[in-house]
């Protein structure tokens, strides 16, 4: 299971995980939350579904959503960064996108953008997802936890006290 294998990946670091979430609704970190042990771990989760929260809640910048809307690699980076922060967290979760049935700011429904802040490597990665509206988002839910888990069992280095607080670089597009 990935999502047990992430948080003993963490565990591993010394790390603690937050999740901002948008179309997954909390998939993400229920997820978390089922593996017995979880709350060593897992901070907690923001669900910012409506666009003002990922702002208030969250960070987003304003002018970045009003020029590109909820979908966006850089809203997602944002969003994960935004989970950091809103957590208290050293590594930050987020998806968004779009699960359908209709399109959203011009995106087709299964474009997705997943994305993860640790505090050495942060990425974003857009996932192009086929299926109804379940299968998105249960697709993307284990699409950042599987990035998550590549991130915190490839990249280097300890537990820091880097700012998370900064904007994380988009490394993928």
Do not use: C
Request: glycine letters at 12%; hydrophobic letters at 45%; zero cysteines.
């Amino acid at each position: 299971m990935t999502a047990a294998r992430l948080l003993e990946a963490a565990a591993a670091r010394g790390w603690t995980i937050g999740v901002a979430e948008s179309l997954t609704g909390g998939l993400v970190t229920a997820a978390l939350v089922a593996v017995p042990g979880a709350s060593r771990v897992l901070r907690g989760g923001v669900v910012a579904y409506a666009t003002d929260l990922k702002t208030e809640l969250l960070g987003v910048g304003v002018d970045l959503l009003a020029d590109r809307g909820a979908v966006d690699e850089a809203v997602a980076a944002e969003m994960a960064a935004g989970a950091r922060t809103a957590t208290g967290a050293d590594v930050g979760l987020a998806t968004t996108g779009v699960a359908g049935p209709d399109p959203q700011d011009g995106h087709a429904p299964g474009v997705v953008f997943v994305a993860v802040s640790t505090p050495v490597v942060s990425e974003v990665h857009r996932l192009d997802l086929d299926g109804d509206r379940a299968r998105i988002i249960g697709d993307a839910a284990r699409g950042v936890l599987e990035l998550a888990l590549v991130l915190l069992s490839e990249s280097p280095g300890e537990k820091s006290d880097t700012n998370p607080t900064k904007p994380p670089e988009v490394t993928d597009k």
